[in-house]
């Protein structure tokens, strides 16, 4: 989501109550979350320390610790303040909290080094917004010189500049930026300095935020105790607000999603980055964010789902139980979660899993630490003015504690930091030691490699390049030589793709090779037309293919080069696929095809957006298809737009999203006990992958829910749910959907003093109004509820879940649905069979 403290929110937390509403109504407007009101994982303990008082210390956004064990905090707008921790049991009072005198405050980012308070300014206090170094001249144990190390522009606001931490080797520091704040001026960079947009077609736009701000993003870079060096080291991030290294150097950061964009193709949840020398993240305004499969960036190690990321920390030093010592904790100031998220090593990267690990109603968390004199935990929660306070985290459990090792990377870590030496220094090994890792089938170690080998002059690896035969490797040279090579090279580099055979390529290699294709002719120029008809032939036979990513793209491509087949082919897709997504990613395209177009096939694309008229989406949705639907008007000529004109106007017949093109009608209301049959024995095989996913469309799964990176929001990323959930319990959370709620997902009742009741989850904090959530279809359904008109709220006993989404579906649809759910998408599962 927007940016972290300052931002609107989408579905928050169940039971979120602000500023004392509803049970904890009693509690004083100046009292942070009670502890009593916190849910804490079994055998930690969590104290209350101190509720800011916000019209004297304002609302608190990010905090350190000093070489004396001093805790610094800032006031998102104001000033610094000082505290020791108190003992275990204490508090402290407004007494123990000392104002720091000095022109400095309103920081996102404090790091104690070097016998220095760094001081990342986003505000207009003293300067502006840039990176301070605040010191201590003369021993008397208060601060009295700031000077601005580097100032950054005067733009952004909630996207700003954010973090400072202390780099691995102990002797720099890194700088964590959001994306409205242009790169500042350079030493050096590990990212190779040539980022574009990179859209093979004009993205379509909603509200148009961010509009007209290029690449490359939000970005981290390093600099030296003086702020006088400085290094980029990744990019493509919306607003990471924080950032974290592990024992073994590894960077992570949490980087937010844009709740405008949800339920459309290129809504990207909050994530887990694993932050490498040289990444590219992709983001990108409007629709043009790239998706996580592009080889030209990195995809994320875990996606989180919606919020709002603040700050992040490892465990370590912690006197915690191994588990909770090695996780990356990860806080979401809208849902009010604090996340501890466990990395495994996989490859030469990371994956991870996560859980909640103490959330509260409200709790707006903004930043957290691990104290190294009592290996506590603190987290400070504020931000935008709302009630803030300082919290204690301690482990009372009988586990044993951690050794503080950390996660061991695998040993592919180390092949891929050998690599990344050479990124962005010219070396005469660079090529020997990088070339053979571009067909690598580690993702990580191939971006490593291509990284280190755009870092070399081009005129000493093109030929290379235009000679690969390994297919792999020939993709990602194509990929490095479109990004830096002369256009005159263009037609060698379309020869030597063309050479690559498909049938040798799987489904996602085939999507390397498209990109490829696509680079060419974003950076080196429009093809000609003989090569245009050529590499359409070349393509035709091979849309459609088997997986959405792979139709997208190709579609895509094809319409770029005005292949006739792509309108025909591409209404089909459009017409059979089973998500809003998968047919937005390929109208998307569609709109942008003058050739190949019959009346029927004009009919049916028009249809679509009359139906696409009832899809629900974040505030920008219902702009993006209307955006879309005027370029493909444009397309039409007088007598083709004066002969459609009533499909044209036509107005969805229902508000309720219907992702089928032909109506689906009444089966029979499934209880769970018409399934004992097959349910008891198991799904043992003979179930259909494509029509379970149909069915995951049909039922109207994807208007809430993500799976494989598709689909809504609001209600949790079903990915897992098959290894998570046996096939009865999965089937009655389907079918009877409120006889078991989560807390993270359920409703509230709110009770208006007049007796009138809302029934919703809480979608955003603000000083006084609610607003809240009533309808898990769409997003921006939304009713604003003043906090002095509420009486009471509770849990609400039924789910935002509607009963009766698999009336339209057959026995056969229920049980291929069950399966694809059940395999985690994956269509080899003996399910299958």
Known sequence: MSGPIVKFCLFQLLFIVWLGVGRAQDKPLSQATPVAELKVKEGFKVELLYSVPKAEQGSWVSMCYDNKGRLIVSDQYGTLYRMTPPKPGETLSKGDIEKINLDIGEAQGLLFAFDSLYVVVNGKVNKGRGLYRVKDTNGDDNFDEVKLLRKFADKGGEHGPHAVLLGPDGASIYVVVGDQIPLTELNQSRVPQVWNEDQLLPRPYGKGFMKGIPAPGGWIAKTDPNGENWELIATGFRNQYDAAFDRNGELFTYDADMEWDMNTPWYRPTRINHVTSGAEFGWRNGGGKWPAYYPDSLASVVDIGPGSPTGVGFGYGAKFPKKYQDAFYALDWSYGKLYAVHLKAKGASFTADFEPFITGRPLPLTDILIHPSDG?????????????????????????????????????????????????????????????????????????????????????????????????????????????????????????????????????????????????????????????????????????????????????????????????????????????????????????????????????????????????????????????????????????????????????????????????????????????????????????????????????????????????????????????????????????????????????????????????????????????????????????????????????????????????????????????????????DPMFK
């Open 376 to 828: 506590a935990m603190y987290f400070t929660i504020g931000g935008r003015k709302v009630q803030s306070g300082l919290y204690r985290v301690t482990y009372v459990g009988e586990e044993k504690l951690g050794d503080n090792l950390g996660v061991a990377p695998s040993k592919l870590s180390g092949v891929r930091k050998s690599l990344e030496v050479f990124h962005g220094k010219q070396d005469a090994q660079a090529l020997v030691k990088a070339w053979p890792f571009l067909g690598d089938p580690d993702r990580h170690l191939r971006f490593a490699a291509r990284i280190a080998v755009e870092s070399q002059p081009v005129g000493t690896w093109q030929d290379r390049v235009l000679a690969e035969k390994d297919p792999l490797a020939a993709i990602n040279g194509a990929i490095a030589l479109a990004r830096h090579g002369d256009k005159n090279l263009q037609g060698k580099l379309l020869e030597m793709l063309n050479k690559i055979e498909w049938k040798s390529l799987g489904e996602t290699r085939r999507v390397d090779l498209v990109r490829a294709y696509s680079l060419a002719f974003i950076r080196m120029g429009a093809p000609d037309d003989s090569i245009r008809q050529v590499l359409a032939d070349r393509m035709d036979p091979f849309l459609p293919g088997k997986t959405p990513e792979l139709n997208t793209e190709l579609l895509q491509l094809m319409v770029y080069l005005q292949a006739p087949s792509a309108a025909e082919k591409g209404i089909v897709l459009l017409k059979t696929a089973p998500s809003q997504e998968e047919q937005m990613a390929y109208a998307k395209s569609l709109r942008h095809l003058k050739v190949g177009w019959t009346m029927p096939l004009r009919e049916d694309f028009f249809k679509w957006f009359t139906l696409a008229g009832a899809y629900k989406g974040g505030a920008s949705f219902g702009l993006f298809v209307a955006n879309m639907k005027k370029d493909a008007l444009a397309n039409l000529s007088k007598d083709e737009a004066v002969a459609l004109k009533t499909i044209i106007e036509a107005k969805p017949d229902s508000k309720t999203p219907q992702f089928t093109f032909t109506p689906r009608g009444f089966v029979k209301a499934w209880k769970v006990s018409d399934f004992d049959d097959v349910i008891n024995v198991g799904l043992e095989g003979g179930r259909s992958f494509s029509n379970g996913r149909q069915m995951f469309g049909a039922g109207a799964c994807f208007a809430c829910h993500r799976f494989k990176q598709e689909g809504g929001a609001i209600g949790p990323d079903l990915t897992s749910a098959g290894g998570k959930f046996s096939p009865r319990d999965l089937l009655e959370s389907i079918i009877e959907p409120s006889k078991e709620i989560s807390d993270q997902y359920g409703a509230t009742v709110f009770t208006k003093n007049d007796g009138s009741a809302i029934v919703g989850r809480i979608m955003n904090l603000g000083d006084d109004t609610l607003r809240i959530n009533v309808n898990m279809m769409n997003p921006n359904d939304i009713v604003m509820l003043k906090r002095k008109d509420l009486k009471d709220m509770k849990a609400s006993p039924t789910s935002m879940m509607p009963p009766g989404l698999t009336y339209t579906l057959s026995k056969d649809d229920v049980l291929d649905l069950l399966a694809y759910l059940l395999s985690q998408g994956n269509p080899d």
